[in-house]
């Protein structure tokens, strides 16, 4: 059952910014770029916990390349939707990643303050490249510039929720990506 049909959109959501369909297709073309991209490489890719697990799963599944993948997680908003700024690392790498093709793979860059720290500290690891993959990309609230090698859709100043992204721990599941009401996370 999708929880966005039969009844409706579901109570604490405004509108479905970007639909399952048109999230796939995009998914679908940025691991065409990257297949070729990185062809002969064996690159690492390296998902951004908790946020990227489904952008990354339908990447993978994607690409025409072998890849291998690894894990990093980061503390970012706790539990509110304003970002403080401090970014910890919750859980590192397995591996060491020194000349490496790295690719991060991000589900949203907002601030830009995540992934411009997770740039420096990976880069200081010695990678043979790094670059970055992320699947939405709100420029109009960047605090810190942060260079986007692929990117899926550039959005709205609006919360959004679905697809791997979530609100205090919850819409994580959604096949579409929402707008998350204001009254929702303003209360
Ligand atoms: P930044 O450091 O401000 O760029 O924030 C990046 C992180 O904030 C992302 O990895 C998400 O976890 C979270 N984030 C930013 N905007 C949203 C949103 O609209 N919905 C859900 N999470 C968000």
Redesign the pocket.
């Given at each position: 059952m999708r929880f966005t049909g039969v009844k409706g959109l579901h109570p604490h959501m405004q509108k479905i910014l970007l639909t399952e369909e048109e999230i796939q297709s995009r998914v679908r073309q940025i691991a065409g770029q990257i297949s070729s991209d990185y062809a002969g490489q064996d690159p690492l890719l390296v998902g951004?916990l908790?946020?990227?697990f489904i952008f990354l799963a339908d990447l993978v599944r994607y690409l025409t390349i072998p890849v291998q993948l690894d894990f990093i997680a980061?503390s970012?908003?706790g539990n509110a939707?304003e970002?403080s700024?401090a970014?910890r690392i919750l859980k590192d790498l397995d591996q060491s990643i020194e000349g490496l093709h790295v690719l991060i793979v991000?589900?949203?860059?907002?601030?830009?303050?995540?992934?411009?720290?997770l740039r420096e500290n990976l880069r200081a690891r010695e990678p043979a490249s790094l670059k970055v993959c992320t699947l939405?990309d709100?420029p109009s609230?960047?605090?810190v510039e942060?260079k986007i090698d692929y990117n899926g859709f550039v959005?709205p100043d609006?919360?959004?929720?679905g697809y791997g992204?979530?609100?205090n721990g919850h819409y994580r599941y959604f096949r579409d990506i929402m707008v998350?009401k204001r009254e929702v996370y303003a209360r």
């Open positions: 951004i908790k946020g990227a980061v970012s908003y939707s970002s700024g970014v991000e589900d949203i860059v907002d601030t830009g303050l995540t992934l411009n720290y939405l709100k609230r960047r605090l942060v959005i609006e919360f959004v929720v992204l979530d609100y998350l």
